[in-house]
């Protein structure tokens, strides 16, 4: 690791040291009753000492099943297994790397780079991964690259959502859950 693990106020950050500036967000949170949500901590909430009903929530899986059914990741598992002759059983998830999977990855380097000398202005990961994956949906299967990450462009800016007239980006399997909730509060504080 480059540092010790930094507390943040919803999340621990891990860096490692590398040339890439990689890190690792570990959220804390626990399972919200009998559901597939979870409960967010969050240092900011009034009530984060105590378990009650107030803290945030949100639902990774099924946010992670709504991103594989966009991306269309079964479609180019069975792509991967038949140009390669191999069962599926035999094709771990990291080698499947789908179009969206690409587009959001040259996304978060870019934002990587646009703000290394300003990193608390770069979007998180969740809200490039949102748009991203909101675009791609209203996009017809492009082939070549370089013309999906054109039209991927074109379409970002119409995928942010408003509440109460400001943008905003919600999550698009529980609109309850605000993932720019740091857009409002830097605006509070600023």
Known sequence: MKNKAKNGKRCWTISYVDRHNFHVDILSAIPNNLTEEIAITDKNNNEYYDITSNWEISNPKEYYNWFQEISKYEKHKRALMESRAIAAENVPYYKVKTPLQRIVQVFKRHAEVMF????????????????????????????????????MISLLENKLDFEDGQPCVLNPVDKRENLSIKW?????QG
């Open 116 to 151: 290394e000398q300003k990193m608390e202005y770069k979007p998180s990961s969740i809200i490039i991964t949102t748009l991203s994956t909101k675009a791609y949906r209203d996009i017809n299967e492009i082939d070549d690259f370089w013309e999906l990450l054109k039209e």
């Open 184 to 188: 409002k509060e830097e605006a509070l």
